[in-house]
């Protein structure tokens, strides 16, 4: 991302009092910023390569640092600045946003998410109302053309086919990045390896994968990708099946019966799946509800772990036999 | 003689002139509610509808009604779109900026600024039941400024000839 773009889609929502702290910091640190964080009463950090930072008026400094900091430099967020800040990440419309704030987060044009935290309202356990927010977490998203490279072998069977593939990551370590391109490789083909490209629909629930603003894309997920943008995945996945006749479906974060329930439709129709499921380990998704029926069933042949050090989307081993996945 | 009647004349016209104009202000000031009534129906429509985010709103409501009114919806529109100063403050903003070049009253004013008070920082309950609020308040001035219309608009034009009839009369 350029600075250019890190100005129009990050920068300009942050409160006045953040924005000149940031644009002191170095562009080649500035690249690598993965978290700017908010908190009333407390100062904003900043993630850089996964290690956090506190923004003080004269640039970043450690956390532990931060007690014998000059007090004259500290930046405190108040109340105002966040009022302020949510304001202008909602465009001042929080009633448009407010599905999306009741799920926990926003979306920016070109795919970074802003969490909220604050104070919740429910009604017969459904979030009614996110209000009296106390946190914003800046979440930047990055599209990486190629970071696919290292594991697209792995994924694809010949030249018009690939494996019903699973990517299990913990957050942040770069599954979103990686499904993206994989998305793109599969859509556009690969010349290197001869593979031809076939037609994906492309689940983005979040917004994440695709960014699309007025349904348009704004990362480059392929020449053939249809995308339903916005859509719960298990109702998406169908939807794509019935209407866009893809080849491949991909979505992100597989977790509820509902998702298993739609990926073993897809798989009984003969449309491929790539998806991407949080965890460290395959021994880990056993545990968990839903996510290990849908590994006993056999639907997924290759499951590709990633390595949750700071590299993200590294490749830490891959899944290819039942034996193995099924232990 | 002739200076006398000319003169004559014109103060009758000038007194005339000056009742039409409060009449005139009156007649307006109902004009000028009713558009704002109508702006606030179509806008809370929108709202409702369209799912479109507020400074489209905004731009969207200032092209269906009268320009005099249009001007308050279209600036507040692209200095939300802006995003330098909240939704709230933009609209209070430009009330103050343009309420001059209508001929609302205090209290019309003072409703106008109510309506920028929940502007941007409430769900979609919020937003509705408060421009439903600003409406009945509006179709209550309404109704009072066109009591004072049929009560007083024909009077301060009547008022006006007489009064330049009677100044003539006295000065001659």
């Known amino acids: ?327 | 003689m002739i200076l006398k009647i000319l003169g004559s004349v014109l103060v009758i016209i000038a007194s005339s002139a000056v009742g039409y104009y409060i009449s005139f202000t009156k007649r307006k000031r109902v004009a000028d509610i009713e558009d704002f009534i109508s702006a606030f129906i179509f806008f809370r429509n929108e709202v409702e509808y369209s799912s479109q985010i507020l400074s489209k709103v905004f731009k969207q409501t200032s092209k269906v009604i009268s320009k005099r009114v249009a001007i308050f919806f279209n600036e507040t529109g692209v200095l939300i779109e802006e995003n330098k100063i909240s939704a709230s403050d933009t609209w209070k903003m430009i009330v103050k900026k343009n309420h001059e070049r209508l001929y609302l009253d205090n209290t019309d004013i003072d409703i106008l600024y109510e309506f920028g008070e929940k502007l941007g920082v409430s769900y979609i309950e919020g937003h509705l039941s408060n421009i439903t609020l600003i409406i009945e308040k509006l179709k209550i001035q309404l109704e009072r400024a066109k009591a004072e219309y049929n009560r007083n608009g024909k009077m301060f034009r009547i008022l006006g000839i007489i009064s330049g009839i009677t100044l003539v009369i006295v000065l001659v």
């Open chain 1, 1 to 327: 991302m350029n600075y250019e773009c890190f100005n129009k889609e990050i920068l300009c929502y942050l409160p006045d009092r953040v924005i000149e702290p940031i644009r002191m910091i170095d562009y080649s640190i500035l690249n690598n910023i993965e978290e700017i964080r908010l908190r009333v009463n407390r100062p904003p950090m900043v993630n850089i390569s996964g290690k956090d930072f506190i923004l003080t008026q004269k640039g970043l400094c450690l956390p532990h640092d931060y007690e014998n900091y000059i007090v004259d430099n500290i930046i405190i967020i108040s109340s105002s600045d966040m009022r302020r800040c949510f304001d202008k990440v909602s465009k001042s419309s929080a009633f448009v946003f407010a599905e999306d704030i009741n799920k926990g987060f926003i979306t920016l044009e070109g795919g970074h998410r802003v969490g909220i935290s604050g104070k919740v309202v429910t009604n017969n356990g459904i979030v009614k109302q996110l209000k009296e927010i106390s946190g914003l977490n800046f979440r930047i998203a990055r599209e990486i053309i190629g970071c696919s490279e290292n594991c697209i072998n792995e994924i694809i069977r010949n030249s018009i086919d690939i494996y019903n593939t699973l990517i299990v990551s913990p957050p942040q370590c770069g599954k979103t990045t990686l499904l993206r391109d994989i998305t793109r490789v599969i859509s556009s083909g690969y010349k290197k390896i001869e593979f031809e490209g076939v037609k994906v629909g492309l689940i983005d629930e979040r917004g994440e994968i695709a960014a699309c603003i007025n349904g348009v894309p704004q990362n480059n997920i392929g020449l053939r990708t249809d995308v339903l943008d916005c859509c719960p995945k298990a109702i998406g996945m169908l939807m794509l099946l019935r209407s866009m006749s893809p080849r491949v479906i991909i979505t992100d974060e597989l977790g509820d019966k509902h998702d298993i329930d739609a990926i073993l439709q897809i798989h009984n129709a003969g449309v491929r799946i790539i998806a991407t499921v949080h965890g460290y380990d395959l021994e880990e998704l056993k545990t968990k509800p839903y996510i290990k029926d849908i590994i006993a069933s056999n639907v997924f042949e290759r499951v590709l772990i990633l390595d949750t050090g700071f590299k993200r989307g590294v490749l830490k081993s891959v899944i290819k036999t039942m034996e193995e996945l099924i232990g």
